[in-house]
């Protein structure tokens, strides 16, 4: 029964919108039969998909810099109204709309009561964590799509309080999902606070994420590098100091200019493994950006590091990167006593503290991030620009519920 349509990849560089079946109240088979446990999910719902959004983390497997298989369906970012209620749902009701944290947890194992939701035991049995729509993370489909299940409702959504505030507010609030709490999670783990210097390496949407984050934190100045000219221009949109690192390979240079010294407080690298040196021609050095941290934060300092690194990447600049062994400098970071924090962003440490930042107008991610409405059709072409470095994050609207989409 081809009732839900969904995002494909088809290859390095090509996606296609294809139909499937409307999802049942059932998990998938990799994790029934890795996992060996019942396959009916009466604590699963039914989302109607209110916003989906394309993530940089899409983008690479789009790319063909992972071992995706063609086929693989997309999309982790989801915010939804529940349609349907599993039997043992206890909390949530149809006509619910709701936050999905694109870590999928049971909220029974030791790594979820330690909430540590980004490495759940019980999701996937290839490796802890799973996510929506991503390869190696239990076969669970991709949210990119009309219609997405659930599992493990009562834990893993977050209910909106209002609905009728929060569809005016929906274009921040489809942040949650993903990119706020994950560039919160970078510029906490990095220690910003009152006061605090931060460099953020990447003016993608995590990078603009994290550099909202650390200002909503209390940094004094928050230094932005990218290599795109429009993405730094939105980040200096919303107050931010800005390096281009297509024009210069000095980079402790360039935060002096800014700052007096050579050194930041704090740094988060939001740009992850196919990280490209400085200079207009440089080519891929994929531990850059990690070098490129350590070097500009002052010791004792810690590294917020939410940019993706993988074990597995057809695209490596060489065997070594390609197992996603790098050049890392860690005797420099162990020199300077440093602290770094890796992994998946655990969302629901994060996600209910943002939502009543966003309700109470404290906080502005979808201007930060330059959110921007498509339709369920025009995925394929937003993938597209957002591989040429378009300084927006595309925000999907499969039933036009916003009145933005095409």
Known sequence: MSDNRIVVYKGPGEVAIEATDYPKLELPDDVVNGMGIKRKAPHAVIL????????GSDQ???????????????????????????DDVLFLEEGDICSVPFNIACGRCRMCMERKTGVCLNVNPARPGAAYGYVDMGGWMG????????????FNLLKFPDRDQAMEKIL??????????????????AGVTTGSTVYVAGAGPVGLAAAHAAQLLGASVVIVG?????????????????????????LPGM????????????????????????????????ARVLNDVMEVTRVGASLGIPGLY????????????????????????????????????????YNRGLMMSILHDKAQIAKAVNAT????????????????????????DPHNVTGQAA
């Open 172 to 189: 921040d609030l489809t942040m949650l999902s993903d990119i706020f709490p994950t560039g919160y999670h970078g510029a906490y783990s």
């Open 255 to 286: 935060i002096e200019d800014i700052l007096g010294e050579p050194e930041v407080d704090a740094a988060v690298d939001a740009v992850g493994f196919e990280a490209r040196g400085h200079g207009k021609d440089a080519g891929e050095q994929p």
């Open 226 to 250: 990218d290599m795109v000219g429009e993405r730094l221009d939105q980040a200096r949109s919303f107050g931010c100091e800005t390096v281009n690192l297509a024009e210069s390979d000095d």
């Open 310 to 349: 993988v074990t597995g990447d057809p695209g490596g600049v060489d065997e070594e990167a390609k197992v996603g062994s790098l050049r890392v400098r860690l005797g420099l970071g162990w020199a300077k006593s440093h602290t770094f924090t890796t992994g998946q962003c655990p969302v629901k440490r």
């Open 48 to 55: 109607k998909i209110v916003t989906t959004n394309i993530c």
């Open 143 to 154: 949210g990119q799509a009309e219609y997405v299940m659930v599992p493990f409702a009562d």
């Open 373 to 396: 409405v498509i339709s369920l059709d025009e995925a394929p072409e937003g993938y597209q620009k957002f591989d040429q470095g378009a300084a927006t994050k595309y925000v999907i």
């Open 60 to 86: 690479h497997m789009v790319r063909g810099r992972t071992t995706a298989p063609v086929g693989q369906t997309l999309g982790h970012e989801i915010t939804g109204e529940v349609v349907e209620v599993g």
